[in-house]
């Protein structure tokens, strides 16, 4: 069984368009992240969600926009795509609690043209 | 604030020699470390974390690592490398408080027979 699945696994898109990412997790966790890998590999979060309540919005474009409709769920809408969005895009999740790591997702390669 | 650094991008390495990837962390508090190690086209794997109980953790595929509060260092060993270590490794802190990881810019590391 898949911990946190996240679909599409590959995303090509014109500039300017709507997407979404989902991402589902079955561990029963708590808290769920978007992680954002670019080109050179760095990762940085960008939002995490505890309980469905967004505790955590890093300095990401608001044309992106989170929903969690439950625990389990969490999804990535972005709106009109541009060329630096370009990148991998990680969900993950994780108990509360500062000594829990988190699982992660296979990854979404979103390229916008 | 927490953050962890990476001294090495690459380390390149001979399959059956030690593997030494090098982490140092600032924290303010006892800090939760961990390693993750992903591989080409693939999410990221836990290799291990410190929480404060043994300093010195040992994970999957052979590797272990050290936690020194003198020299706030967390570095990531192997005895013998083997050709499907090659991959990235994440040097990663817990923020305190707060649900979120804190990645360093990773590690390149690459076996030759």
């Known amino acids: 069984d898949t911990a946190v699945s996240q679909t599409p696994k590959y995303l090509v898109t014109q500039m300017g368009n709507d997407k979404s990412i989902k991402c589902e997790q079955n561990?029963?966790?708590?808290?769920m992240y978007w992680y954002k890998q670019d080109s050179k590999k760095f990762l940085k979060i960008m939002f995490s969600?505890?309980?469905?309540?967004?505790?955590i919005n890093e300095t990401v474009p608001n044309r992106f926009s989170p929903k969690s409709p439950d625990k389990a769920h969490l999804n990535l809408h972005i709106n009109s795509l541009e060329l630096g969005d370009s990148a991998v895009y990680f969900c993950?999740?994780?108990?509360?609690?500062?000594?829990?790591?988190?699982?992660f997702g296979q990854g979404t390669r979103l390229t916008v043209v | 604030a927490q953050s962890v650094t990476q001294l090495d991008s690459h380390v390149s390495v001979s399959e059956g020699t030690p593997v030494l990837l090098r982490c140092n962390y600032s924290s303010s508090y006892s800090p939760s470390l961990f390693w993750y190690v992903q591989h080409p086209n693939k999410g990221l794997q836990l290799l291990l974390k410190y929480t404060s109980a043994a300093t010195l953790v040992k994970g999957i595929n052979g590797f272990e690592a050290e936690f020194k509060k003198s020299e706030t260092s967390f570095h990531l060993t192997k005895p013998s490398a083997h050709m499907s270590d090659a991959a990235e490794y994440f040097c990663v802190v817990r923020e305190g408080g707060y649900n979120k990881l804190i990645f360093g810019a990773g590690t390149r590391l690459a076996v030759h027979p």
């Open positions: 993950a999740s994780s108990q509360q609690g500062a000594n829990t790591e988190a699982f």
């Open positions: 969600y505890n309980n469905k309540e967004l505790i």
């Open positions: 561990l029963g966790h708590d808290t």
